[in-house]
């Protein structure tokens, strides 16, 4: 019995995260105008910057420095809403 549990505990901590709710397009462009609009242009929420990068491209750079994220928030942003 400890060994089924055990098995089960396992399989559930090894299956990769599944989306069960996609976000609609027209609600993605909601939640980025609002993210875009948050902070007036002030880039220095690291957190903020990555919700952006996420929510527009699905993933987040492989590099991860605070100052590509700042960049690549802002430049998203300017270009989506100018």
């Given at each position: 019995?400890?060994?089924?549990?055990?098995?089960?505990?396992?399989?559930?901590?090894?299956?990769?995260?599944?989306?069960?709710?996609?976000?609609?397009?027209?609600d993605?462009?909601?939640?980025?105008?609002?993210?875009?609009?948050?902070?007036?242009?002030?880039?220095?929420?690291?957190?903020?910057?990555?919700?952006?990068i996420m929510?527009?491209?699905?993933?987040?750079?492989?590099?991860k420095?605070?100052?590509?994220?700042?960049?690549?928030?802002?430049?998203t942003?300017?270009?989506?809403?100018?």
């Amino acid at each position: 019995m400890k060994n089924k549990g055990l098995i089960l505990l396992a399989s559930i901590c090894l299956i990769p995260p599944v989306f069960a709710c996609p976000i609609q397009e027209e609600d993605k462009h909601q939640m980025l105008s609002e993210l875009c609009s948050m902070d007036d242009g002030d880039w220095s929420s690291n957190r903020l910057n990555e919700m952006i990068i996420m929510l527009k491209f699905g993933k987040l750079p492989s590099d991860k420095s605070i100052k590509g994220n700042q960049t690549m928030a802002a430049v998203t942003c300017n270009l989506e809403y100018l």
